[in-house]
């Protein structure tokens, strides 16, 4: 027996298509990113979500299957999920969800499948952003320069601050959005989304902030891209669905790196070049500032440590400077769902002296993490220890970071 209360927030998770472009050779709901399917991941991500009643659109013939993943993704809220059967559009697919919404359901939100990635705090943001007037739609800024064109010429120019590029799980007032329904059905209008059709019964739909993961799984290539997000982040997938507080509150990280001076060349420290300092040894470049902030920003978002991502197994990465792992770095993060708040690191050493160009380095290091404050501070130490006798220097890096979705909440 459950005893959870009832929700009244649902959500459609629609995966009755057939997947014609990824051609997989099966509905696209059930290709393996790796050991898990693509609608797997997606209900993994809703159930790390708060409870809310799941309903799954399946395709006709493939019930039992989605059933299977249902269960395996529900724990101990499999009383919150159901399985329907689709239809021949994702308009009908979403409607035959819509007729299974229990009677307490004030809520819904409809999401694709396809977007198997999502962050579970999106899916919260969401349905929190639901009001009894205006849907909530994630977006995400457009960030190519965008076109007019016809017959293979470009005819005019589009201002793209004027545009953003729409995700799921899109929320809406339950009754507003199943009279929209009704009327598309009734006027054969088809939308490609729910925000569309409900827009169109003249209604409001208000914007949240979108992710990176949302990305909807089409081509191969996506599935590329979804395998690549997997391998390279399972940590972080398995903290923020396993840990309730990761959804709300930032996360601290801490990294330290030293280095011996001894190496060619001139000295890069902080992402600068050091003209007649002496260098510093070390795989790559021996900046140990940037390889301190870079562990202390992967170890908050619970991503491994430099050497997971960075380590003597990547030829690439030999005599890269400090933009190239930060900017890395910061890919890695917003990839997993983060946005940087702040970096504080703190050197330790005889040479170089800081204090000319701090906030030199500043400038340089923030603008290589997409402009988070980074703030340096330097000491010597009393003529003690390593640093203290010029044998290298100690650098210790915090930094924190925010789950996407969460952000202004
Ligand atoms: N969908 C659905 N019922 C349909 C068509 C689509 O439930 N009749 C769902 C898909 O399963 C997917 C989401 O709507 O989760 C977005 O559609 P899309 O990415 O276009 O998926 P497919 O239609 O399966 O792919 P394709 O268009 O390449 O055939
Ligand atoms: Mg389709």
Redesign the pocket.
């Known amino acids: 027996m459950s005893i959870l209360p009832v929700p009244h927030t649902a959500i459609i998770v ?9 051609e997989a050779g099966a509905p ?2 059930f290709v393996g990113i790796d050991n898990h399917t693509i609608l797997r991941h997606a209900l993994d991500g809703v159930f790390a979500a708060e409870p809310m009643q799941v309903i799954v ?1 399946a395709p006709a013939g493939y019930e039992g299957d989605a059933e299977s993943e249902l269960l395996a993704a529900a724990g101990d809220r499999v009383d919150l999920g159901r399985v329907v059967t ?5 308009q ?2 979403v409607a035959a969800g819509l007729d299974a919404l229990w009677g307490d359901v004030t809520t819904v939100l409809v999401h ?3 977007r198997a990635l999502t962050p579970p705090s999106v899916i919260d943001a969401v349905a929190a952003a639901v009001t009894n007037e205006a849907a909530a739609l994630p977006v995400l800024p457009v960030v190519d320069t965008l076109k007019r064109v016809s017959d293979g010429v470009v005819t005019g120019a589009v201002d793209r601050s004027e545009l953003a590029a729409a995700q799921t799980p899109q929320g809406f007032p339950r009754g507003t959005l199943e009279s929209a329904y009704a009327r598309a059905a009734e006027e054969g209008a088809d939308y490609t989304d729910d925000a569309a059709l409900f827009a169109a019964a003249g209604h409001a739909v208000r914007l949240v902030p979108g992710s990176e993961r949302s990305f ?1 799984i ?1 081509t191969p290539g996506d599935l590329e891209r979804a395998r690549t997000l997997l391998a390279a982040a399972p940590q972080a997938t398995t903290e923020v669905r396993h840990h309730p507080g990761a959804l709300g509150l930032p996360r601290v990280g801490v990294g330290t790196d030293v280095h011996a001076f001894g190496g060619d060349g001139d000295l890069w420290l902080a992402g600068l070049q050091w003209p007649g300092e002496q260098a510093l040894s070390g795989h790559s470049d021996g900046d140990a500032v940037a390889h301190a902030i870079v562990d202390a920003l992967l170890a908050a978002a619970g991503l491994g440590d430099i050497g997971t991502h960075f380590g003597t197994a990547h030829p690439e990465y030999a005599g890269a400077h400090a933009d190239v792992f930060l900017s890395r770095t910061r890919e890695l993060l917003a990839d997993a769902g983060f946005v940087i708040g702040n970096v504080s690191v703190q050197f330790q050493g005889n040479r170089p002296r800081f204090s000319a160009r701090r906030v030199e380095a500043e400038r340089t290091l923030s603008a290589a993490l997409g402009g988070a404050p980074v703030a340096v501070s330097a000491t010597t130490t009393d003529a003690l220890g390593f640093p203290g006798r010029g044998e290298g220097v100690a650098v210790t890096a915090v930094a924190l970071v925010v789950s996407e979705g969460t952000r202004g909440s």
């Open positions: 629609v995966a009755a298509g057939s997947g014609t472009r990824l696209k709901a659109v689709g239809g021949a559009t994702r009908e697919s694709d499948a396809a909807k089409t």
